[in-house]
């Protein structure tokens, strides 16, 4: 019989969420939280889609561009800066994916690196980035009237985007569309057989996997200041 693992997942949360009052930095777990996110939306792809990704740093960094330039060039406040963010990695994720998803193995692996190249070169040059020097100075601003610029009140709220990413990946891989996942992952020829278009279920897993990760770099131009 299995254990309910959310009572520990619930426990987990709540000793990080009081990691401040032992006198842990701050910023330095808010980085880890940031980090940890993008790790989640990789293990969707890989540890339940079974798609091995070479190239998912692009959202990462498309996402933290395109946060920072929403909240320092055309001032949005931080709610939909993030959400501006992980659209636009959920956008470059559509279309790696429409390009990529119809190969399988090393092949597949290898088309999302060479996209992931080909959009670092395009961001080191491209003036609304910065190039090599990076967006600098990005404001923080507020969140639902709560003021970023206090590390504390960041720090929660940045707990409060990886709970509720968190809970989005659980509920997706508990779904029926989670099982589809990983009955693919398992074997997509039965999957295929059964009447699964396993390629647009193998695109949206893509996709979503893209926008948690552009959601984690979105997160962390928050919370640095900073997207290079």
């Known amino acids: 019989m299995n254990k309910n693992p959310l009572p520990g997942y619930a426990a987990l949360f709540l000793g990080i969420a009081l990691l401040p009052a032992l006198g842990v930095y701050p910023i330095f777990v808010m980085k880890v939280l940031c980090f940890a996110l993008f790790a989640c939306a990789f293990n969707l792809l890989i540890g339940f ?20 330039h929403a909240l320092k060039v055309w001032g949005l406040p931080a709610p939909m800066g993030l959400i501006f963010g992980a659209l636009a990695a959920g956008g470059v994720g559509l279309l790696f994916g429409l390009l990529a998803i119809r190969r399988t193995g090393i092949y597949f692996s290898m088309i999302t690196l060479a996209l992931s190249q080909m959009l670092y070169f395009f961001f080191l040059q491209a003036p609304f980035t910065g190039g090599e020097d990076g967006l600098q100075s990005v404001p923080r601003g507020s969140f639902f009237g709560l003021n970023l610029e206090n590390d504390l009140t960041l720090y929660y709220v940045v707990l409060g985007v990886f709970i509720a990413a968190f809970w989005l990946i659980y509920r997706t891989v508990h779904s029926p569309f989670g099982q589809v996942l ?7 020829a039965r999957a295929t057989s059964l009447g699964y278009d396993v390629d647009k279920f193998k695109l949206l897993a893509f996709v979503l996997s893209a926008a948690l990760a552009g959601l984690a770099g979105a997160t962390k131009t928050l919370v640095l200041g900073f997207a290079t």
């Open 49 to 68: 889609t079974g798609l091995l990704s070479f190239g998912h740093a692009a959202f990462l960094g498309t996402a933290a561009y395109a946060t920072g």
């Open 182 to 188: 990983t009955s693919i992952r398992e074997n997509e």
